[in-house]
C-alpha cells in the first residue's frame, strides 16, 4: 500500500512547481503521446518500402492528419462532458434545479456523476420546497398569533416585526424596519430579567404586557427576540364575563322580587280606591304610587345592564362611514355636531352596533359640554392611519379627572349615569376587532375619544 504524500510533498517549492495543465489538455497530451509510438511506425514502414516520394508524404499526411484529429475529438468530448457538468452545477447554484443531464451511459464514470448532479438537484429541489412551506406556515403562525414578536440584530435594529407588533406600535412594519430600539422604546426591554410584567412604553394605548426574551443567530451573527403578550385585553374579558355572571344573577334574583312587589302595590292601590272614606288615603295612594314607580325603574335600569350581558357577536357588512356618522350626528338634537371629514370610507362592521357605539360616545361629549357651559363644541373627525379608520369625537367639556374606571361597569360621574355606555362601547369596539379610549385633549379644554377600526 502507498502511503499518502506529506504535507511537505504535497506542496513543491516555487522552483520545482510544474505547470498545471487542465484535464482535457492531459489528455489530448496523453492521446498524442500513446499514438506516437504507432505513427512513428507507419511513418518508418512507409519510408522503408520502394514507394515515390510523393505516395510518402501522402501516407504521413494521412497518418499524422487522423493522430492530431483523433486527439482533438478526444479532447472535445472531454471538455464537452466538464461544461456540461459545470453548467448544471452552476444552474444549482443559482438556485435552478430544474435541469437535468442525461445522455451518459449507466455505470460509465461520466454516469455516476451525471447522476450523482441530478440526485443532488432532486435533493435541493425538496429541500427548497420543504423550506417555502415551512416559511409559508411560519408566517401564517406569526400573523395569527395574537402575540406581539420583535427581532432586533446586533446593533439592535429592528429586522422583523409581525402584525400582532405592528398593532402594539400602531405603525406598520415598513415604518418599523431598520429603527433603533431606543428609538422604539424598547431598549431597557433588552436588559433585565424575563419573563417580567411592564406598563407599555409604547404604542397609542396603555396597558400591561409580559415581556420574554431569547436570542437567535442568523448569518453567524447572534440577534435578539422580544416577545410580548398583552394582558389587558385577557383581563378585561376575563373581567367582562365576571359582570356577566353577576347582571345575570343580580337581575333574575332582583326580578323575582321586583316583579310580584311591583304587582301587589299596583293590586292594593286599586282595592283601596274602592274604600271609601279611608283615612289618610292619599299619603297611601303616594306610598303605592312611589313603590310601582321605583318598582319599574329599578327593571328598567336592570334591564339596561342586562346589555352587557347579551350582546349578540357582530353581523358585518359593508358600511360607508360618511352616511353613519352623519346620521348619527344628526340624531343629536341638545347640541349641533360639527362633522369634520369627507372622506369615504368603507368598512366591514354590524351598522347596528357601530351606530349604537357612536351615539354613547356622543352623548357623552354633548352631555360634557352643555355641563361646562360657554357655548362649547362637539366635533367629529376621521382619518386612515396606518392602514385602518381612526375616528375623534371632541369635545369642550370640563375633562376627565380619572381615566383609570372610565370602562368600569357600574361606575358612572352623572347623577342620572347608569355606568354601562363606555363599557358597552368598548365591548362593540374590541367585538369588531378595533380599541376605544379617552383622554384629555392637549390643543385645549376637552376631551378625545378615539375609536380605531381596521378597514
Known amino acids: 500500500m502507498v502511503s499518502p504524500p506529506t504535507k511537505a510533498a504535497a506542496r513543491p517549492s516555487g522552483k520545482t512547481r510544474g505547470v498545471h495543465r487542465s484535464v482535457e489538455e492531459s489528455v489530448l497530451y496523453l492521446v498524442i503521446i500513446a499514438g506516437l509510438p504507432a505513427g512513428l511506425g507507419l511513418f518508418a514502414l512507409s519510408w522503408g518500402q520502394p514507394y ?29 462532458v466538464l461544461f456540461l457538468q459545470a453548467n448544471l452545477l452552476g444552474a444549482l447554484r443559482e438556485g435552478d434545479y430544474s435541469i437535468r443531464g442525461t445522455g451518459a451511459k449507466q455505470g460509465s464514470g461520466v454516469g455516476l456523476v451525471m447522476a450523482e448532479i441530478n440526485a443532488l438537484g432532486d435533493t435541493l429541489q425538496r429541500q427548497r420546497t420543504e423550506a417555502v412551506e415551512s416559511t409559508a406556515l411560519l408566517t401564517s403562525v406569526m400573523g395569527a398569533i395574537d402575540v406581539a414578536v420583535f427581532a432586533l440584530d446586533p446593533d439592535q435594529r429592528l429586522v422583523l416585526v409581525n402584525p400582532a407588533g405592528e398593532r402594539l406600535m400602531g405603525q406598520t412594519a415598513p415604518k418599523l424596519l431598520g429603527r433603533a430600539a431606543e428609538e422604539l422604546k424598547l431598549a431597557r426591554c433588552l ?8 406598563d407599555r412604553p409604547f404604542g397609542p394605548e396603555s396597558g400591561r404586557l409580559e415581556l420574554r426574551r431569547s436570542t437567535f443567530r442568523r448569518d453567524g451573527r447572534p440577534h435578539h427576540l422580544l416577545v410580548f403578550a398583552d394582558l389587558s385585553r385577557a383581563l378585561r374579558e376575563e373581567e367582562q364575563q365576571a359582570w356577566q355572571r353577576i347582571v345575570r344573577v343580580l337581575s333574575h ?25 279611608l283615612p289618610r288615603a292619599g299619603e297611601i295612594q303616594d306610598g303605592l304610587n312611589l313603590i310601582e314607580t321605583r318598582s319599574g ?21 359593508d358600511v360607508q362611514v360618511t352616511a353613519l356618522v352623519h346620521r348619527v350626528a344628526e340624531l343629536e338634537n341638545r347640541l349641533p355636531v360639527k362633522v369634520k371629514s369627507t372622506e369615504e370610507f368603507e368598512i366591514s362592521a354590524d351598522p347596528d352596533q357601530l351606530e349604537q357605539l357612536l351615539i354613547n360616545i356622543i352623548r357623552n361629549a354633548v352631555d360634557a359640554t352643555l355641563e361646562a357651559g360657554a357655548g362649547g363644541n362637539v366635533a367629529i373627525d376621521w382619518k386612515q392611519v396606518d392602514g385602518g ?18 370602562f368600569v361597569p357600574f361606575f358612572t360621574t352623572k347623577p342620572t349615569g347608569s355606568g354601562i355606555g363606555l363599557a358597552l362601547s368598548r365591548q362593540i369596539a374590541e367585538a369588531h376587532g378595533g380599541t376605544l379610549s379617552l383622554e384629555n385633549r392637549t390643543d385645549t379644554r376637552g376631551c378625545r375619544a378615539t375609536l380605531r377600526l381596521p378597514i
Open 389 to 406: 379608520l381612526q375616528v375623534m369625537i371632541d369635545d369642550e367639556g370640563p375633562g376627565l379627572p380619572d381615566t383609570s374606571n372610565l
Open 191 to 198: 436588559d433585565g430579567e424575563t419573563p417580567r410584567l411592564l
Open 52 to 80: 515515390s516520394f510523393e505516395v510518402r508524404w501522402t501516407i504521413t499526411t494521412i497518418v499524422v492528419m487522423v493522430w492530431i484529429g483523433a486527439a482533438t475529438v478526444a479532447y472535445q468530448m472531454v471538455q464537452r
Open 297 to 317: 325603574a329599578l327593571g328598567r335600569f336592570l334591564r339596561a345592564y342586562a346589555q352587557l350581558a347579551r350582546l349578540p357577536k357582530p353581523q358585518t357588512r
Open 253 to 277: 334574583e332582583i326580578n323575582n322580587s321586583l316583579t310580584p312587589i311591583k304587582s301587589i302595590a299596583h293590586s292594593i292601590k286599586r282595592m283601596l280606591s274602592r274604600v271609601p272614606d
